[in-house]
C-alpha cells in the first residue's frame, strides 16, 4: 500500500484549495465539525433543551380542590 509523503500531500492540497478555496473550504469544514458533534450528541443521548424540558401543561385550577378532614389527627 502506498503512504503519501508530506510533499504529496502538500501538492494535493494546494490543488484543493485552488479548485474550491479557501471559504468553501472552510465552511466544509465547519458543517463536517458541526455534524460529528451532532452525532456524538445523539450516541450519547443529548438533545436540544427544548425536547428535555417539554413545556408544562396547563392544568385548570377552576377544578382543584383542597380538601381538609378536621377528624383525622395531624401527625
Same mark, same amino acid.
Given at each position: 500500500?502506498?503512504?503519501?509523503?508530506?510533499?504529496?500531500? &502538500? !501538492?494535493?492540497? @494546494? *490543488?484543493?484549495?485552488?479548485?474550491? #478555496?479557501?471559504?468553501?473550504?472552510?465552511?466544509?469544514?465547519? &458543517? !463536517?465539525?458541526? @455534524? *460529528?458533534?451532532?452525532?456524538?450528541? #445523539?450516541?450519547?443521548?443529548?438533545?436540544?433543551?427544548?425536547?428535555?424540558?417539554?413545556?408544562?401543561?396547563?392544568?385548570?385550577?377552576?377544578?382543584?380542590?383542597?380538601?381538609?378532614?378536621?377528624?383525622?389527627?395531624?401527625?
Amino acid at each position: 500500500m502506498h503512504t503519501f509523503s508530506f510533499g504529496e500531500l &502538500a !501538492l494535493i492540497f @494546494g *490543488i484543493v484549495v485552488v479548485l474550491f #478555496g479557501g471559504k468553501r473550504i472552510a465552511s466544509v469544514g465547519k &458543517a !463536517l465539525g458541526e @455534524g *460529528i458533534s451532532n452525532f456524538k450528541k #445523539g450516541l450519547n443521548g443529548v438533545s436540544d433543551d427544548k425536547q428535555l424540558n417539554p413545556p408544562a401543561v396547563q392544568q385548570n385550577q377552576a377544578h382543584v380542590v383542597d380538601v381538609e378532614h378536621k377528624d383525622a389527627p395531624k401527625v
